[in-house]
C-alpha cells in the first residue's frame, strides 16, 4: 500500500537539524546573533534592502499598515481570493477593506476593478501574489502612482517568485513574506516586511517588541503600546537553512509543476492553474473541479482522494463571505471569479521531496476518481 502522500511537506536538512541543536546549547533562544544573520542573508537576497522579521506574515502584513499611518476611517484595496488573514490585519488596524475580484485564471488581483474602488479614503492597496504567481508589478505600481497609494504586497506564497526577471522584494515599496511550514522556505513559523524608509524600519522594530527602544544598559523608553512578535533564534536558524536551498526547492517544485502539466496535457479532467512564465515559484498547485458536471461534491472528491492516500487541500473560500466581513455588508455575488474559485479550488500535492512516481500517482488517481464522477 502507497503511504500518504500530503499536498505540502517541508523539507529539513540534518546540517540545519544539528545547527538548531548548536542554537539550543547555547543558551540564546530569542532574538539574537541568528536573527541578525537571517535578515542580513534576506536582505542580500533582496538586492541590499532593509528586512525585518517577525513571527508570522500576519505581523508582518499588520505592522507595514501602521507604519504606513493606516487607521480608523481609511481604506484598504484587497483582493476577495486570498487567506482571510489578507483582509484580517486591516481590520486590526482599524481601517476597511475593500474588496474587488480577482482573474479567474491567475488568481491575482484584477487591478481595473482595484482602480474603480479607489475612493478619497483609499490610503493602500494589498495585492496578493497568489500561489506564487507574481502580480503585474508594472501596472501595480503605476496605479499606485497615479493614485498617491502606498503598496503593501502581500507576497506570504512569492517567496523566490519573479516579474520580468524581478525578484519579488527586490523592488517595491513595502513586501511581506511568510516562513510557515508550508511555504517555500520555513523558520517553522515567521514572517519579514522587506522595505521602507529608515524612519519605517525603526518603527518596525519598535512595534514587533512593545513599542520600547534600549539605549543603554539602564535606559529604556517606550514610545507606544506596542505588542510581541520577535522572532527566535531558533527560528532563524531554521530559516538561513531554508534560504540556502531556496533555489533549489523552487527548481524542483517548477519540474513537478511542468511535469503535471505534460501528464495531463490539453486533456486534463480538471481546470488547471495559469501556467504562468520561467518567474513562477509554485507555491502551490491548484485547480478547479469541474463542479457543474460532476456527480459528487468537492468535500466527497477530497474524501475519495484521501481514501486512495493523498491529501488534498483548499486554498482558499472567498474572503468576504465569511460572517466576519458580511457583517461589513458584503455579499455573494459581487465577485463572482473569488466566489468561483473558492467553490472549485482544490490543492494537489507538490513539494520538493516529491517523486516522478508521486505525481504520476496523483494524476492517474484523480483521473481515475473525476473519470467515475461525471455524469
Not at 544573520?37 to 501602521?66: I, M
Not at 527566535?232 to 536558524?237: F, H, L, M, R, T
Request: hydrophobic fraction near 40%.
Amino acid at each position: 500500500m502507497n503511504s500518504f502522500l500530503p499536498f505540502t511537506r517541508p523539507s529539513i536538512d540534518e546540517q540545519t537539524i544539528a545547527e538548531v541543536a548548536d542554537v539550543l546549547r547555547s543558551g540564546w533562544l530569542a532574538s539574537g546573533p541568528k536573527v541578525k544573520a537571517f535578515e542580513a542573508a534576506l536582505s542580500q537576497y533582496c538586492g541590499g534592502r532593509p528586512v525585518r522579521t517577525q513571527t508570522s506574515a500576519t505581523a508582518s502584513l499588520e505592522h507595514a499598515l501602521l507604519v504606513c499611518g493606516i487607521g480608523a476611517g481609511d481604506e484598504v484595496i484587497v483582493p476577495a481570493m486570498s487567506f482571510v488573514a489578507s483582509a484580517n490585519v486591516v481590520v486590526r488596524a482599524g481601517a476597511r477593506p475593500v474588496f474587488v475580484d480577482v482573474d479567474l485564471h491567475t488568481r491575482n488581483i484584477d487591478l481595473e476593478q482595484a482602480e474603480a474602488a479607489i475612493t478619497a479614503r483609499t490610503r493602500a492597496i494589498m495585492p496578493v501574489h497568489l500561489c506564487g504567481q507574481a502580480v503585474d508589478l508594472d501596472r501595480l505600481y503605476a496605479l499606485a502612482e497615479r493614485h498617491k497609494l502606498r503598496v503593501i504586497e502581500d507576497a506570504a506564497q512569492a517567496m523566490g517568485s519573479s516579474h520580468r526577471g524581478r525578484r519579488i522584494g527586490s523592488v517595491g515599496d513595502l513586501v511581506c513574506f511568510s516562513f510557515h511550514p508550508n511555504k517555500n522556505i520555513t523558520s517553522i513559523e515567521g514572517g519579514a516586511v522587506v522595505g521602507g524608509s529608515p524612519e519605517e524600519v525603526r518603527e518596525l522594530e519598535l512595534h514587533r517588541f512593545h513599542g520600547q527602544e534600549k539605549s543603554a544598559a539602564d535606559a529604556f523608553e517606550t514610545y507606544f503600546a506596542g505588542g510581541k512578535a520577535n522572532l527566535s533564534d531558533v527560528a532563524a536558524c531554521v530559516g538561513l537553512g531554508q534560504l540556502r536551498q531556496l533555489e533549489s526547492f523552487n527548481a524542483r517544485r517548477r519540474e513537478l509543476a511542468g511535469r503535471y502539466f505534460e501528464l495531463w496535457g490539453a486533456d486534463a479532467p480538471l481546470a488547471l492553474p495559469e501556467r504562468g512564465d520561467a518567474g513562477h515559484n509554485w507555491h502551490m498547485f491548484a485547480a478547479r473541479l469541474p463542479l457543474e458536471r460532476m456527480s459528487i461534491t468537492r468535500l466527497e472528491f477530497i474524501e475519495a482522494m484521501g481514501a486512495r492516500g493523498i491529501g488534498i487541500g483548499v486554498h482558499y473560500p472567498a474572503i468576504h463571505l465569511f460572517s466576519a466581513y458580511r457583517a461589513l455588508g458584503y455579499r455573494e455575488g459581487q465577485f463572482p471569479n473569488a466566489e468561483r474559485i473558492g467553490r472549485e479550488t482544490v490543492t494537489l500535492p507538490l513539494f520538493p521531496q516529491m517523486s516522478h512516481e508521486d505525481l504520476e500517482r496523483v494524476v492517474s488517481t484523480v483521473n481515475e476518481v473525476l473519470h467515475g464522477a461525471m455524469r
